[in-house]
């Protein structure tokens, strides 16, 4: 095999000429243009598409491409011309619908004509770069239709009018309208754009330009609101019908703008109906609406936004100030309470829970909460009350939610630490008064403010708990080691660790000789356990049952407090006393005393005391005697004491210097672990590095921080740069 030669084969051209008849082009030319006749006249039925096709195919063979070409425009364009005389003739409706007959059928005939020269259209068409013969059948329909002078004008009128027409309420033919439509698009985008978008988005603009000049003088907001809803929601249902898909963006920019952008400021302060009548009416509705539309246009949420922000701090503010509305703590908590569900409702209903309504929500509150110094102590009143009565027969869901509601409160507060003060007064009341609704619930609320503060700022609080477990343990051990007290009086002591307790200074009022005794006895049997401790009693925390016999031998069970006690108890030994003899035997503060005898025998229903001369306050001249006449349908009666549920006004100096007094070392241990790390720092820096770290307590005053660097520099710790003073740098 590999010894063969190849062989090389070569074709080699024709060597005898073909000769074609001179006149076979004009014969077949006039074969097809005939066939193209027939086509457009509906009798297309007769001919034979393949001897056509091969008539083609050889014009195009025997390089007569450009003959069929040239003759393919000529003859169309001469049929269109006819075509475009009777779509000018039709009258009134059927001139669109003459429109849509005639394209369907140019359409049609295209097709045929297409495929009868497709060898034309692969071959020579692509070589010439003409245009193929579908895209030339549109363009000359367009050229010869479409942009004839005479349909024109008429066509973008009529389309126009019937956008109109159906924008007005009539009922139109969508149909036709989709079909007509969709021929502009198909003859390209341009032509839809040109021909029909451009003015049909100018007409609109005018149209809902009046349309809204006219609706924002009859109506009110909210109807208003409705109105442009309905027109934006045609408008897109009207693109999904019959328009072009791309058109959406255009025609809704068109309506936004008309009848909101250009109207956004009056439709917000309209009176009596605008976006501050909606949130203080609860118009979700409305409201929704409003945030839905507005949300479409720039700046229009930011609109809302602001209003709102204004509104709501105005109306916060009012509520903070308001001097009536102070006067009862647990109302005012509530009030907040109720504000911030209404929007939190408003915020999630409306406006789909956006987070910058939110931000606003917060940032309002924070604002106009901390207006009122007294914040911190209204909202622990407010949780005192709901856990010594107001959570009875809750269930704990409900419980849950309402200590969430004061939590979201509570974050607001810029002054937790104050707070923190009186909740621990009103919590050390609960707990030894055994006025608590629920343990459950009081370490529930404890864990929600070590969550947001710490486990430093709810140490001293479950102190509190773990001293209350303990002293019933040590009752326990001293009842079992003291048997022979059963008979006698009894006594319940709770030992305080002085540290977690918002003790007061020691004044032991002088005790019965029967308590005395007893709690002679506890001091010995404690610090026979505990070595190094010291007791101190505090009195004025303390309460006591007495049973009381009355005129008539009625018999009471007294629950007192043990200052209250200490009175009663001297009516044994005397039928009559001076307020000057009660107060020399035991011994009890003037303020304290007063409240006691004006809450026994100036309080309707508990006067176990009557007094002379009656009146509601008390007298350093009075004297008292029991009321023999005493009587109430209770066999226990609790006989409280006279108090300002809120402080007076030594007592908040007091304890806003407390509070103070506590900022100081907070402040200085920030200074000295940002200093400990940073080893140089500016003066600024250290300012504001103070405040964040501190922010989740208080807000730090910078004159108090300035005040606590310059102590740390006095004692060493910090000391200034020697070339700028403005400069710190840490001593280790």
């Known amino acids: 095999m590999s010894n063969q030669k190849k062989r090389i084969f070569q074709i080699e051209a024709f060597k005898n000429r073909v000769v074609v008849d001179p006149k076979y082009a ?108 579908h895209e030339l059948g549109l363009s000359l329909w367009r050229d010869n239709i479409i942009h004839s002078g005479k349909i024109q004008s008429r066509l973008l009128s009529t389309l126009l009018e019937l956008v109109h027409r159906e924008r007005t309420g009539e009922v139109i033919d969508r149909g036709l309208m989709r079909n007509i439509i969709k021929m502009l698009i198909d003859l390209g985008s341009s032509v839809y754009q040109e021909d029909f978008e451009k003015p049909f988005l100018e007409v609109s603009a005018e149209f809902y330009r009046r349309e809204s000049q006219k609706f924002i003088e009859c109506y009110d907001c909210g109807d208003y609101l409705k109105k442009a809803e309905i027109r934006l929601n045609e408008e897109i249902e009207r693109v999904t019908h019959y328009l072009d898909a791309k058109s959406e963006g255009k025609i809704t920019n068109v309506v936004e703008k008309e009848m909101i952008a250009n109207h956004m400021m009056r439709l917000v302060h309209m009176e009596n109906s605008g976006l ?118 809750v269930s704990e869901e409900d419980v849950e939610i309402i200590l969430d509601k004061v939590m979201m409160i509570f974050c607001y507060l810029q002054e937790k630490d104050v707070f923190e003060k009186y909740y621990k007064q009103h919590l050390a009341k609960r707990l030894l008064s055994g006025k608590t609704v629920s343990d459950d619930a ?103 049952d007495i049973k009381a016999i009355f005129g008539k031998g009625q018999k009471h069970e007294l629950n007192v407090s043990t200052y209250q006690m200490c009175i009663l108890m001297l009516f044994n030994n005397a039928d009559r006393l001076s307020y000057k003899e009660i107060e020399q035997v035991t011994a009890i503060p003037a303020s304290d005393l007063k409240r006691c005898l004006q809450s026994m025998a100036c309080v309707k229903g508990k006067n176990v005391l009557r007094k002379e001369p009656m009146s509601k306050d008390i007298g350093e001249d009075d004297s008292f005697f029991v009321n023999e006449k005493f009587a109430s349908k209770f066999y226990k009666v609790k006989v409280g004491t ?34 400990k790390s940073r080893k140089v720092l500016d003066h600024n820096n250290i300012i504001a590095e103070v405040t964040k770290q501190l922010q989740s307590r208080f807000l730090a005053n910078p004159t108090e921080i300035k005040k606590r660097i310059e102590s740390l520099i006095e004692r060493e710790f910090l000391e200034r740069d020697n070339s700028d003073r403005k400069m710190y740098r840490y001593l280790a």
């Open 26 to 133: 004009e014969k077949t030319w006039k074969i097809l243009e005939h066939a193209i006749h027939e086509i457009y006249n509906h009798n297309a039925s007769g001919l034979s598409f393949e001897e056509l096709y091969r008539n083609a195919y050889n014009m195009v063979l025997h390089k007569f491409g450009e003959k069929l070409y040239s003759g393919l425009v000529t003859t169309m364009t001469a049929h269109l011309k006819e075509i475009s005389k009777s779509i000018e003739a039709a009258q009134g409706d059927l001139f669109l619908e003459e429109l849509n007959r005639k394209w369907n059928d140019h359409n049609k005939a295209l097709q045929m004509i297409r495929d009868i020269l497709m060898y034309m259209d692969r071959t020579y068409i692509p070589n010439t770069h003409k245009t193929p013969v």
């Open 276 to 393: 501050v009548n909606m949130l203080l009416n609860d118009k979700h509705g409305d409201l929704g609406r409003i945030y839905n539309l507005f949300r479409r246009v720039p700046n229009g949420l930011a609109m809302i936004r602001d209003v709102m922000t204004s509104h709501l701090r105005e109306t916060g503010k009012q509520l903070v100030t308001d001097a009536e509305r102070l006067k009862d703590p647990v109302e005012y908590v509530q009030r907040l309470l109720d504000e911030k569900e209404k929007y939190d409702g408003i915020i999630s209903l409306a406006f789909s829970n956006d987070k910058t309504f939110q931000n606003a929500l917060n940032s309002s509150f924070e604002y106009f909460i901390n207006l009122n110094s007294r914040s911190p102590e209204f909202i622990s009143l407010f949780v005192d009350d709901k856990l010594r009565k107001g959570l009875k027969g």
């Open 442 to 544: 009081e370490r529930s609320l404890i864990v929600k403010l070590k969550t947001a503060c710490g486990y430093q700022y709810t140490s001293k609080l479950e102190g509190m708990f773990t001293d209350m477990k303990t002293s019933q343990d040590t009752m326990q051990g001293f009842c079992s080691s003291h048997p022979e007290l059963t008979d006698g009086p009894t006594l319940v002591v709770q030992v305080l660790t002085t540290g977690s307790w918002p003790t007061q200074p020691s004044i032991t009022c002088h005790l019965p000789f029967e308590m005395s005794a007893l709690c002679e006895k506890f001091r010995s049997y404690y610090l026979g356990i505990h070595t190094g401790r010291r007791l101190s009693w505090q009195t004025n925390m303390g309460t006591a």
């Open 642 to 675: 006279v108090v300002a549920q809120k402080e007076s006004e030594p007592e908040k100096q007091e304890t806003r210097q407390r509070v103070e007094e506590d900022r100081k070392p907070q402040i200085e241990a920030a200074v000295v672990r940002i200093m």
